[in-house]
């Protein structure tokens, strides 16, 4: 196999299944019901991977939605791949490569923000989950909402607008998956959450 040959699903048929194991089910045929703030590697080797796993094993309409709040690398590397990567385990009896196909799209927020509102608005849209590390909650020293970072590039904007789309729409809300560094971040995220809504739409 050629190094060269770049992974895309024109392309899953020149890596045999010897060389990777890959996900069994039609990707089309899935809906997005995860949107991820934070598409990094520790979410593509742990979470996605875990709900590649589900789906194949019969889960449906779990694809993910990622989101990059600032950084447009992530998209420039998968975008052209349709969202496929592989994740390679290595241990002392030697390794296994799995091309992931879980994640569907990679959309960066500051390009692509109406995408972003429009992804977490939507009806097949049940959980969002976060691996934004303790900078990307824009607190103050005190550990409260900082207005000052907590700005339209912020993931509580994006949030917050899409769950309001929601809502006007009649549809119920999300789970917010908290999924970081951040202790007791399931209580933290709630609280600043309600702090910013209750400072921007009282």
């Known amino acids: 196999m050629s190094e060269h040959v770049r992974l895309s699903p024109f392309s899953l048929a020149m890596f045999p299944p010897a060389d990777a194991e890959r996900f069994d089910y039609d990707r089309a045929a899935q809906a997005a019901g995860i949107v991820h703030f934070g598409i990094g590697a520790f979410h593509r080797a742990h979470q996605a991977w875990y709900t590649d796993l589900a789906m194949s094993a019969g889960d449906r309409d779990w ?115 908290s999924c970081d560094n951040l202790a007791d971040n399931g209580r933290v995220l709630e609280g600043l959450m309600a702090a910013y809504v209750e400072r921007r739409d009282p």
Do not use: N
């Not at 998968?78 to 990567?85: K, W």
């Not at 429009?118 to 959980?127: D, V, Y």
């Not at 590390?133 to 550990?143: N, Q, V």
């Open 63 to 177: 694809a993910i939605t990622g989101v990059s709040l600032r950084s447009g690398e992530v998209a420039w590397q998968m975008t052209p791949q349709e969202g496929l990567y592989t994740v390679t385990q290595r241990s002392a009896s030697g390794s296994a490569t799995r091309i992931m196909g879980a994640v569907r799209d990679v959309l960066v927020a500051p390009q692509e923000p109406e995408a972003v509102i429009a992804a977490l608005a939507a009806p097949a849209t049940r959980i969002v989950s976060l691996t934004i590390t303790e900078k990307g909650y824009c607190r103050a020293a005190d550990g409260t909402l900082d207005p000052a970072l907590a700005g339209e590039d912020s993931v509580f904007h994006f949030l917050a607008a899409g769950l309001r789309r929601r809502a006007d729409a009649g549809l119920p809300g999300l789970t917010l998956l």
